[in-house]
């Protein structure tokens, strides 16, 4: 049958269809501890200022700014030492004019106090401490609220939560934070020719990477992967497989069996059941499927290894970015020089794999356009995207790129 470019979807046709299929997951309240890299779907506000009381910044002696004036080496002043309070104690007395309280980092001050003399400048005393410096008032105090005042929103909706973000809820008091939950993604390899790494292979047979790769993309961006032993090339197995797990997934993603072969067992056990199949004018990841099954959104990717991880990339990435809340879900473009001259196939979009070091501004292609080169996607840090109008580059000429370390 020839190929008619012209009735194969677009890439962008195709992941709109793949961001509306995944939609946008539930907001839940989430232990700070699970919250990395989620987004916030509601604004915050802090339950206490930051700080929450008037407290020193250094280890030394709380004063009257007026009782240590003048104080030098030359001509030190004497006190004594009314009280002791390390951080953490709830009740402090007042300072009484003429006295000083031995005072830690972080301890509060006492009423009366308006500066702090660090220890440096003392002979450390316990009972009596010698000064041989002075303080304007307000030195090494950290005031109630400079930080974040109590009820001030401190983080707002569609922030993405990183370790900054989440100390800031745990200081001012907040142990979840409201956020889309992570999605449960099934992950689902198929091929009767598929082997588990670590077990021995016949002739014929090769190791499974599919599921460890896509399951590896499922969690660098959130989301949480249930592999599923991959099942031989038998419709009823796949279904029973899936039956078996589907009920608490967001997304099922399989890879394999969709193309124009015999034994192609994802299109002859979904086909029909609420997943169509279709070609995307993209290479890799030319033969595609998505739609509902068992009422659970499932996309279903080429088995090529480079073509199911350019689908994720370009399909499921960002639909599942999307549907966390986050704001930012392609990757960042780039121009640079391409290095040696490229073809492409008229009609399709193609992603080659290239090389963009730090400080070049030549991309170098790296292997050919072949789905199964899986080292050469792995030596890669981005991909070289030439348009469907495009069929060939020459070297030297300006690129797009996608960056994948970026
Ligand atoms: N007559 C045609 N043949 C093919 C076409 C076509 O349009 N007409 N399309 C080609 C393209 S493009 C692709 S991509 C593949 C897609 O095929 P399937 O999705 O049916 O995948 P399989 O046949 O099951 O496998 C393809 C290839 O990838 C290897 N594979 C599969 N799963 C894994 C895995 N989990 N880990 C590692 N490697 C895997 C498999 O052994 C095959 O070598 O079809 C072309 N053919
Ligand atoms: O379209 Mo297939 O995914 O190139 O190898």
Redesign the pocket.
């Known amino acids: 049958m020839p190929e008619h470019a012209s009735s194969k979807r677009t890439v962008d046709d195709h992941r709109a269809a793949v961001t509306e299929l995944i939609g946008s997951l539930p907001v839940v309240r989430q232990p700070l501890a699970d919250c990395l890299g989620l987004v916030l779907a509601e604004d915050v506000a802090a339950t206490v200022s930051l700080p929450p009381f008037d407290n020193s910044a250094m280890d030394g002696y709380a004063v009257r700014s007026v009782d240590v004036a003048g104080a030098s080496v030359e001509s030190p002043v004497r006190l004594p030492v009314a009280d002791d309070i390390p951080a953490g104690r709830t009740e402090v007395e007042p300072l009484q004019p003429g006295t000083v309280h031995r005072i830690m980092t972080g301890a509060p001050l006492p009423p009366g106090a308006d500066s702090i003399i660090k220890v440096e400048l003392t002979d450390g005393g316990t009972e009596r401490v010698l000064i041989s410096g002075d303080a304007a008032p307000g030195t090494h105090l950290r005031r109630t609220g400079e930080d974040v005042r109590e009820g001030a929103t401190v983080l707002t909706a569609g922030t993405v939560l990183g370790p900054p973000q989440l100390g800031l809820a745990a200081a001012v008091g907040l142990a979840d934070l409201p956020v889309r939950r992570r999605p449960t993604v099934l992950v689902l390899?198929?091929?009767t020719?598929?082997v588990e790494p670590g077990k021995p292979l016949r002739g014929g047979q090769?190791y499974?990477?599919?599921?460890v790769l896509l399951a590896a993309a499922v969690r660098e961006i959130g989301g949480q992967a249930i592999v599923l032993r991959?099942v031989p090339d038998d419709v009823e197995a796949f279904r029973d497989t899936i039956a078996r797990h589907i009920g608490d997934a967001d997304l099922l993603i399989t890879?394999?069996?969709?193309?124009?072969?015999a034994y192609?067992v994802v299109k002859d056990a979904l086909d029909g059941h609420g997943v169509d199949f279709m070609k995307v004018a993209v290479q890799?990841g030319?033969?595609q499927g998505l739609g509902r099954y068992l009422d659970t959104p499932t996309v279903t990717l080429?088995?090529?290894?480079v073509?199911a991880a350019l689908s994720f990339e370009l399909f499921v990435r960002p639909a599942l970015l999307g549907a966390l809340g986050h704001r930012v879900v392609d990757r960042p473009h780039a121009t640079a020089r391409l290095a040696s001259p490229l073809r492409s196939p008229a009609g399709k979009r193609q992603y080659r794999r290239g090389r963009l070091d730090r400080g070049t501004v030549d991309v170098v292609p790296v292997g050919g356009p072949g789905?199964?080169l899986l080292a050469s996607f792995a030596a890669s840090n981005c991909l070289i995207v030439l348009d469907e109008d495009t069929t060939e580059v020459a070297a030297g000429k300006d690129v797009d790129l996608l960056l994948l370390d970026g």
């Open positions: 390899s198929t091929g020719e598929l090769i499974e990477s599919n599921s991959f890879s394999g069996g969709v193309s124009a072969g192609e890799p030319g033969p080429p088995g090529n290894p073509s789905s199964h």
